[in-house]
């Protein structure tokens, strides 16, 4: 059966964290009771997948997508029919407390589940309270045998990096990079389809079910880039309307910012689908068969074969297509 394409927008899995809190019902949510952490936006992955809400195709999930369309939507360097999911998971994330201290393997890492690769991801940061920051990257000159010691003596914390961030930076957190979001933050991530994490330290806090949760010294230990794996930090400040800023880019995906006042006429390529976060504003998104409004918040998965689009409105924008 031959579809017309276009822009599909997803019911969003909801992920309950013991470092949530509420935030994401400012970008329109539903959240059920208690510390929501994680709202995956587009995600084709065992541990949630999610449904289209619009259009022809509502009712069908991103793994039907992929099996019946994946050829045409998806472009010429989709990966999906391979690997047997999308290559791409797409979260906005609420800290209303620190994540644990923690690190994910590249695709090579022997010990990976069956089925999963590794995990290169970036970050935008939506919002940030005054002074919130972030653990990115070990102190220079901290070894394996240094770490591993400071893990030991409970010290783990004088390794760690730290900066202090705002909305609108942009960080790059290849697979290997020590890292963690800490209190006070909001924001969407772009990453490879991997649920993978190895937690280093975690506070001595209990999780959902009252016990500590479980740290995996030995597979971070293996698995860290002592001398870095290029993580990179971009401020966006000052970006003008109608141009993309590269903010991260890897083997798995490029991400751009953009900034739309008025009307924005684009294209997608036979290629890559494109990914579209709302990162600010309102608006409306139109294509050749149709149009919608968009609010921050919102994503949108845009098949390769969609071809010109519209963006109108006053709106930030971050978008993924793979390289």
Not at 52 to 64: M, W, Y
Not at 197 to 223: K, M
Request: glycine letters at 12%.
């Amino acid at each position: 059966m031959s579809i017309q394409p276009y822009p599909l927008q997803f019911q969003p899995e909801i992920k309950e964290r013991i470092w949530g809190g509420r935030a994401l019902e400012q970008f329109g949510l539903q959240l059920p009771e208690g510390a929501v952490g994680e709202g995956w936006m587009i995600g084709d992955h065992p541990n949630g997948t999610t449904k289209v809400i619009n259009g022809e195709l509502a009712g069908k999930g991103l793994d039907e997508i992929r099996t019946a369309y994946g050829d045409v939507f998806f472009g010429s360097k989709d990966t999906s029919a391979k690997a047997g999911r999308f290559p791409l998971l797409i979260k906005l994330l609420d800290c209303n407390d620190d994540l644990s201290i923690q690190v994910h393997p590249t695709d090579d890492y022997e010990k990976l589940p069956a089925g999963e690769p590794g995990k290169t991801e970036m970050w935008y940061i939506l919002d940030a309270k005054p002074g919130a920051k972030i653990i990115y990257g070990l102190k220079e000159g901290v070894d394996r045998a240094a770490l591993a010691q400071a893990i030991a003596d409970n010290r783990i914390t004088e390794c760690l990096h730290e900066v202090e961030v705002k909305a609108g930076d942009a960080f790059y957190i290849p697979a290997g990079t020590v890292h963690a979001l800490c209190a006070g933050v909001v924001v969407a991530e772009i990453q490879q389809n991997s649920d993978t994490t190895y937690r280093l330290y975690d506070y001595d806090r209990p999780g959902l079910d009252g016990q500590l949760r479980e740290l995996h010294i030995e597979d971070s230990l293996n698995v860290i880039a002592y001398e870095g794996a290029g993580a990179t930090r971009t401020s966006t400040d000052g970006l003008a309307p109608g141009s993309w800023l590269e903010i991260a880019k890897s083997p798995y995906f490029v991400v751009d910012k953009g900034i739309v006042s008025g009307n924005w006429s684009l294209a997608t390529s036979a290629e890559s689908f494109v990914i579209l976060v709302i990162a600010e504003g309102a608006g409306t998104l139109s294509w050749t068969n149709g149009s919608q409004p968009v609010k921050a918040g919102e994503c949108f998965l845009l098949p390769a074969n969609l071809g010109e689009y519209q963006l109108d409105g006053q709106l930030t924008v971050i978008r993924s297509t793979l390289p």
